[in-house]
């Protein structure tokens, strides 16, 4: 099996080789980057391109560990017992499974995503170091292991919003995911407006790449936001020079698309006053 990109994904030459090398490895592939750089789409691309089924686990600031192997469901048992249900008698009614377990009996090989692992507790990945590394894990309630019949390929997503630990990381194979390039953004930018005019897209592009640059920005806009914006552009029927730089006017055609939060729009407000003021 490996991974080329696809027609709808534009995978640069090293996160081709950092994801085949995960497969080879069969270990888990950590991606890093800036939120809107593709790392939750890729796990989605990477499955379509093999030809596996995908099951995706979206981590917040509450999941636990536990939750991706299986929940006990103990209040639900001592309820039906009061009543006098009959399926309390099995305690295998109570469980459910996680995704872990549902890759883990799946049929066949998938693809499991483990998304924005950093926005759990410190300790979440480190409950998962064994589970991933032998791919089997133990359910006390009913005595059984469950172990992986087919090893699933598994993509860990992280926006680097805290360090993760050295144990979880040296059982992964690592890629920080750059912001694309100007060629690589136009491959990116066909492949969602095959259409655009390159005077259009010339003159976009050169206006996203200095507010991206531009010195004290709070966050960057990333590749979703500038397609968003590129979208609006096309939609409102915009032509070049409306998108041309102007010093009084410093905030872009539809900054609402780029800037997302109040400080960088008075920022650039700022830097207009400024401008105005020589």
């Known amino acids: 099996m490996k991974f080329h990109g696809t027609a709808n994904y534009v995978a640069t030459e090293d996160l081709t080789v950092a994801v085949n090398a995960a497969v080879t490895l069969e270990r888990p592939l950590l991606v890093k980057g800036e939120p809107g750089t593709g790392k939750t789409e890729l796990a989605r691309q990477v499955a379509g391109a093999l030809g596996l089924p ?24 001592l309820r039906d017992s009061q009543l006098g249900d009959e399926r309390v008698h099995d305690v295998r009614n109570y469980i459910r499974k996680g995704k872990l377990w549902q890759a883990f009996e799946a049929g066949g090989k998938v693809v499991l995503l483990i998304d924005e692992i950093d926005k759990a507790d410190i300790e979440f990945p480190n409950d998962l170091l064994q589970e991933l590394d032998r791919m089997e ?20 997503t992280s926006n680097n919003e805290k360090e993760l630990p050295d144990a979880f990381l040296r059982r992964c194979f690592f890629h920080y995911i750059r912001f694309p390039e100007a060629e690589t953004l136009r491959r990116i930018v066909a492949v969602h407006f095959p259409q655009i005019k390159e005077r259009l897209l010339a003159e976009a592009l050169t206006r996203f790449y200095e ?68």
Do not use: C
Not at 54 to 68: D, M
Not at 137 to 156: D, K, L, W
Not at 216 to 241: C, H, N, Q, R, Y
């Open 54 to 77: 995908l099951i995706e686990w979206h981590v917040k600031s509450t999941t636990k560990a536990q939750q991706g192997l299986y929940e006990y469901d103990a209040v639900s048992r």
């Open 137 to 156: 894990f133990h359910v006390y309630e009913t005595g059984e292991t469950i172990r992986a019949r087919h090893r699933p390929v598994v993509i860990i």
């Open 211 to 278: 507010i991206r640059e531009t010195p004290g920005l709070k966050k960057k806009p990333s590749t979703s936001e500038v397609l968003d914006w590129l979208k609006l552009i096309l939609a409102e029927d915009l032509a070049p020079e409306d998108l041309t730089r102007d010093p009084r006017h410093l905030l872009p055609k539809l900054h609402g698309a780029l800037l997302k939060n109040e400080q960088d729009v008075a920022l650039f407000e700022r830097l207009a006053f400024m401008a105005r003021a020589r």
